[in-house]
């Protein structure tokens, strides 16, 4: 097997390489390392790095069996910070990567997200749920490009019969999710270890949940192992809300952080939760690590890159 993967050097990317490479596959990671880092790739004779621009080009020689495309940026800020560059990689990244499988004659692989759900009116969320998006809000960057990503996924799949796979990810966490990426949970552990205030938008009262990232890859390889073209959410069900979290994330961290609250930022969704049934039938998959197991992990992995406790 030889598989193509974009956004290799990001946080899940990255947890699939090593996979594939455990599994003795042969990877090329394809990165620009906007957001990812080189460091996040170990070195093996099997895995070949190119830095290229997934939106601009892709050139891989040699037999592909797979395309996975898992390059943009998906943290809150990164949807401020880089807004043209991830409506590209959504929309003509996208199209680029499937142009790839395409030419190779291999099957493709999508990272969505549970943001093509928006602000969801339908709780928990089904893949049949069409979703509640504001089409101009500063997230809209994110949401949009990837409802165009999975557009563009299906017509390859119905005009030039491409076969492909669809992911909606969860929120999703654990080792080598940047401290600094803006995301609630690299947030608050962030916060709490180095004694700053946790910071909760809103009242607290929004809710999320949370999937280890070994789950979300274990989920992944059993839909490459399976025949199904639609999409399927990638998620853990157990529901929090932020509130219950920053306290949970305080005691794990024995913090003595005192937590703040702060505006609700635009069009940020108040609920959000996967509905797994489809992947409990076609997968027979379930979440599996518990948030204070996963989160002792990735606490872990924040104090080997210094991150220290007061
Ligand atoms: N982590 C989550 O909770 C979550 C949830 C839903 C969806 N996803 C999706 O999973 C994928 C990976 O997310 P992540 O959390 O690992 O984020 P990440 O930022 O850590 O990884 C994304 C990687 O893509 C690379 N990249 C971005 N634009 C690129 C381009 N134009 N060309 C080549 N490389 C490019 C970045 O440098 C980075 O290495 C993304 O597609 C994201 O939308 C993640």
Redesign the pocket.
Known sequence: MRIVI?????????HLVDMFLSLGYEVVA????????RS?LTVNKNLTFLE?????YIEVEGKVDWVL???????PI?FMK?PI??L??GSS?TINCLGLAKAKGAKFFL?????VYGDPLEHPQKETYVGNVDPISERSV?DES?RFAEAATMAYHRFHKINVRII??????GP???PE?G?VLSNFITQAMTGKPITVYGDGSQTRSF?Y?SD?VNGITKLMDVEYQLPVNLGNPNEFTILELANIVKKITNSSSEIIFKPLPDADPKRRRPDISRAKEILKWDSKVSLEDGLKKMIDYYKSIGLTKV
């Open positions: 974009t956004g290799a050097a990001g946080f899940v990317g990255s394809i990165d620009n390392l906007i957001t990812g880092k996040n290229q621009n997934v939106y601009k495309h898992f390059a943009s940026p998906a943290s990164d880089y560059p991830i590209k990689v990244g990272a969505s997200t549970s943001e994110y990837k909606r990810i969860f929120n999703t966490y080598r999710m940047r990426d995301r999937q990232v979300l």
